[in-house]
């Protein structure tokens, strides 16, 4: 079963993915700051990390560049509801995978969820 950690300060985006990646079959951790986000990541293997951009303290986009500084680390969606330019160039050069837009359906989390965990047919 892959581990998918959801690190968000909006508990209704958090119970959302945490809804949908579990009826996946997915097991789902989930934190509300970088600091809880990890603790976990230091103690769970994690397959996908899903970031908000915007978090209190540290950004999603700082601990994305430390979880790229680890090979085996686990793929990164960085999540925001802002879409600029500045924001999607800024994820990405941290090491984002890939970069996601809120507000989101179903159906393109689960595409971009099934891609980076290789598998799509």
Do not use: N
Request: hydrophobic share 45%; proline share 5%; aromatic share 4%.
């Amino acid at each position: 079963m892959k581990t998918i950690l959801v690190v968000d300060d909006q508990p209704e985006v958090v119970g959302l993915l945490r809804d949908m990646l579990s009826i996946e079959g997915y097991r789902v951790l989930s934190a509300d700051s970088t600091e809880p986000a990890r603790e976990l990541l230091a103690t769970e293997k994690v397959d996908l990390a899903i970031l908000d951009v915007d978090l209190p303290g540290e950004s999603g986009h700082e601990l994305c560049a430390f979880i790229k500084r680890f090979p085996e680390g686990p793929k990164v969606v960085m999540l925001t509801g802002l879409e600029t330019e500045a924001h999607w160039k800024e994820g990405l050069q941290m090491g984002a995978d890939l970069y996601a837009v809120k507000p989101f359906g179903r159906d393109r989390i689960l595409m971009i969820v099934r891609e980076l965990l290789g598998e799509t047919d």
